[in-house]
């Protein structure tokens, strides 16, 4: 099973600033074979970006992924206070297909 | 546009069964693989089982294998948990969710609001 640790725990910036969360993996992961998710307080979570960079519907190009191997990052620029939400990255891979245990974004 | 609706969450006692339910609406079921993920009060998700779209491939974490079953019935256009021998630590929010593929990219792009399950005396 692929260990997903996610970095750091809690964050908070001001409006405007650039957010690095990192998604680091117990083994080599295939890039394309990460996604992220967004939940907002008291919301079920959504789909955020794959691994392949396709932002769901209604995602700005603010947010954007990258890393490769065991190591990952999702990058938000510009944050809006919209944007304070826990983020997961999941694995896809082969089952089980395994969450982070999330970092809470504050704005 | 796409729907998922769980239902079927409630109240057990410890070492009781549930049956929970995803109605899905808004694209043709039958061609995607789905998902169960919960989520503990203040904790974060935790992914369970996944059925391919023909129920040919099944998946399921192991904290779980053995108890919850994940099934589907396409002329229904409904996805199913079945939980056995339910315990406490099983409380939680249970969601749906749909599987999609894009440019090799696999991931879960739609996801219901969620059924409360507490497991308690």
């Known amino acids: 099973e692929i260990v997903l640790t996610q970095s750091p725990g809690a964050l908070s910036l001001s409006p405007g600033e650039r957010a690095t969360l990192s998604c680091r993996a117990s083994q080599t992961v295939i890039s394309i074979y990460l996604a992220w998710y967004q939940q907002r307080p008291g919301q079920a979570p959504r789909f955020l970006i794959s691994?392949?960079?396709r932002r769901a519907t209604g995602i700005p190009d603010r947010f954007s992924v990258s890393g490769s191997g065991t190591d990952f990052a999702l990058t938000i620029s510009r944050l809006e206070p919209e944007d304070s939400a826990v983020y997961y990255c999941q694995h896809y891979g082969t089952a089980p297909y395994t969450f982070g245990q999330g970092t809470k974004l504050e704005i | 546009q796409v729907q998922l609706v769980e239902s079927g969450g409630g109240v057990v006692q410890p070492g009781r069964s549930l049956r929970l339910s995803c109605a899905a609406s808004?694209?043709?079921?039958?061609?995607?693989?789905m998902h169960w993920v919960r989520q503990a009060p203040g904790k974060g998700l935790e992914w369970l089982a996944v059925i391919s779209y023909d129920e040919s491939r099944i998946y399921s974490a192991d904290s779980v294998r053995g108890r919850f079953t994940i099934s589907r019935d396409n002329s229904k256009n409904t996805l199913y948990l079945q939980m056995n021998s339910l315990r406490p630590d099983d409380t939680a929010v249970y969601y749906c969710?749909?599987?999609?593929?894009?440019?090799?990219?696999?991931?879960?792009?739609?996801w219901g609001q969620g059924t409360l399950v507490i497991v308690s005396s």
């Open positions: 691994g392949a960079s």
């Open positions: 808004g694209f043709i079921f039958r061609g995607y693989g």
């Open positions: 969710a749909k599987d999609e593929c894009s440019g090799g990219s696999c991931f879960a792009d739609h």
